[in-house]
């Protein structure tokens, strides 16, 4: 069974930096691409970062760009998102998501909240 | 604003078929056949319902399906059933540095 698990959510204060985790099995995660996909409260779906299996392709929104790093440990199954400098606007559920390749995310994991708010 | 553009809601009585459509450009929609549709419940993460325009992923009801024309793309429940009323959201890949465009949603109310 497929399973994605986010954790490292939580209240922050504005211009403060938080670093998200997702742990991966029941796939090979080593093969897979990975995205961050987030959704404000009450709000759609936004895409955040892309990464591809060896992390020689990365991709950010222009929301996020030169505040987050999105990283990997294919030995250890799990995907970062390091987030700084964080705003308002950043409030959201943050989701971890397998992709096909950069073309689909296939599978998305039950998501992490973060609140940016002093 | 979302860069694909969906309609905020349908609705639609249990048995009937509803469609939502999602309009892009030729730089997304218009441009690749990397269109997907996902479902998602109230307090539930999204759920891959049709991918590459029009097809379904195993164990998804043939209830669904997906199309697209021009920069528009079109998902259609028919049959419909109570457990289909969530949000849906359309997503393309993009010529864009975004890499991933999604519509803004559209909550389906089965009536």
Known sequence: ?118 | QSALTQPASVSGSPGQSITISCTGTSSDVGGYNYVSWYQQHPGKAPKLMIYDVSNRPSGISNRFSGSKSGNTASLTISGLQPEDEADYYCSSYTRSSTLVAFGGGTKLTVL
Not at chain 1, 21 to 47: D, Y
Request: aromatic share 12%; charged share 15%.
């Open chain 1, 1 to 118: 069974e497929v399973q994605l698990v986010e954790s490292g959510g939580g209240l922050v204060q504005p211009g403060g930096s938080l670093r998200l985790s997702c742990e991966a099995s029941g796939f090979s995660f080593i093969t897979s691409t990975m995205n961050w996909v987030r959704q404000a409260p009450g709000k759609g779906l936004e895409w955040v970062s892309y990464i591809s299996s060896s992390s020689s392709s990365i991709y950010y929104a222009d929301s996020v760009k030169g505040r987050f790093t999105i990283s990997r440990d294919n030995a250890k199954n799990s995907l970062y998102l390091q987030m700084n400098s964080l705003i308002a606007e950043d409030t959201a559920i943050y989701y971890c998501a397998r992709g096909r390749d950069s073309t689909l995310i296939v599978y998305w994991g039950q998501g992490t909240l973060v609140t940016v708010s002093s």
